[in-house]
């Protein structure tokens, strides 16, 4: 199993920048896929980017794409979500996870450990 701690929520404004860090460890990721999820109230828990640990290969969802970037420090064993442009509609708890997937593993069922979740809210 792997643990999954997440970091970096907070208030912001339309506009304004944020960075989420998730710290990792446990067993042997090196070939895991990482990804952010987000689930706002009532809504389905959905997928906004992901990155292969190993080779960096990194996928976004189109609500995000040019906004967002996923990296990992591979030194500090540590993922990151730059979120730059911060819309109200970002608003949402922010996962943390990692899985056995692919690069294009969009599925909260592809992926198998789970951050606590950190609250992300813009307002206008």
């Known amino acids: 199993q792997v643990q999954l701690v997440e970091s970096g929520g907070g208030l912001v404004q339309a506009g304004d920048p944020l960075r989420l860090s998730c710290v990792v460890s446990?067993?042997?990721?090196?070939?895991?896929?990482m990804g952010w999820f987000r689930q706002a109230p009532g809504k389905e828990r959905d997928f906004v980017a992901g990155i292969t640990w190993s080779g960096g290969i990194t996928n976004y969802a189109a609500s995000v794409k040019g906004r967002f970037t996923i990296s990992r420090d591979k030194a500090k064993n540590t993922l990151f979500l730059q979120m730059n442009s911060l819309k109200p509609e970002d608003t949402a708890v922010y996962y943390c996870?990692?899985?056995?997937?692919?690069?294009?593993?969009?599925?909260?069922?592809?992926?198998?450990?789970w951050g606590q979740g950190t609250q992300v809210t813009v307002s206008a």
């Open positions: 996870a990692a899985g056995p997937g692919t690069a294009y593993s969009t599925s909260a069922s592809q992926f198998d450990s």
């Open positions: 446990g067993r042997t990721f090196s070939r895991y896929t």
